[in-house]
């Protein structure tokens, strides 16, 4: 699938949207596709680097729907099952979490990221991880304006980590990452998936979960142990308002 490019009808089940949204979006040059023989097609890449892009802008209904759409699609076996309500912290472990990042700079940020995950012994190539991380920065910044980024490599890979994670820091003083609104940014996640399908499941809930009140949580709590107990409390509310 990865290679191959998308009916209209083919992304809007991907996305879990409206084909006619699907098909308004195409219409007015805002989606990744082109003409072909006078039918529209969506190259699978491109719209995932677009939904990656795009996602935080995307209402809260939108999506719920791309969450939903991409956990029935059940390509990675080691999906929390669904029904269990809390998803993130079987991601977001403790030992993943760090109050006070020692960084300074957008790549001291991500290597301090990419150490974190050392935590677990469950990283496999931390060179390739970095790398790949570097050149998604490069492409566009996963700083937002509410003064978090959600870091991620260009593509999740199987090569990276034997089990998918997020970890989670914070810096004492805001870095220069990016932002579109070129304020500081003091919050970080790190996004690590094996599979397309996890990792938009996880980019989404995350979205999801960072509301303008649970950011200022996260960056107002003590310590990693308070933090962890928010992202408990936090994902099962999301959990029973819908969306696994």
């Known amino acids: 699938m990865p290679h191959r490019n998308l009916s209209l009808k083919e992304c809007a089940r991907y996305l879990g949207w409206n084909i006619r949204e699907v098909e308004k979006l195409a219409q007015r040059g805002e989606l990744p596709a082109d003409k072909v023989r006078g039918e529209w097609r969506v190259n699978h890449i491109r719209l995932i680097e677009w939904v990656q892009q795009h996602l935080p802008s995307f209402d809260p209904e939108r999506i719920r729907q791309i969450e939903q759409a991409a956990e029935a699609r059940g390509e990675a076996e080691d999906m929390p099952a669904a029904g269990e309500g809390v998803y993130l912290t079987h991601l977001i472990r403790p030992e ?17 990221l990419v150490n974190l995950l050392e935590r677990t012994d469950l990283l496999l190539d ?33 090569h990276f980590v034997e089990e998918p994670l997020v970890a989670l820091a914070r810096v004492s003083r805001g870095i220069a990452f990016g932002s579109p609104d070129g304020r500081l940014t003091r919050l970080f996640f790190l996004i690590c998936c094996r599979d397309e399908s996890h990792h938009l499941h996880t980019l989404a809930r995350l979205v999801r979960f960072l509301d303008p009140e649970s950011v200022q949580m996260l960056l107002s709590l003590p310590d990693a142990a308070a933090i962890h107990g928010f ?6 509310l999301l959990g029973q308002a819908g969306g696994t």
């Open 126 to 158: 931390r060179r390739a991880l970095l790398d790949s991380l570097l050149q998604r920065e490069e492409l566009c910044s996963t700083a937002l304006p509410q003064g978090f980024a959600l870091c991620h490599p260009r593509q999740p890979s199987p």
């Open 96 to 112: 993943l979490i760090e109050a006070d990042l020692p960084a300074k700079t957008r790549r001291s940020v991500l290597e301090e």
């Open 231 to 236: 992202v408990q409390e936090r994902d099962a």
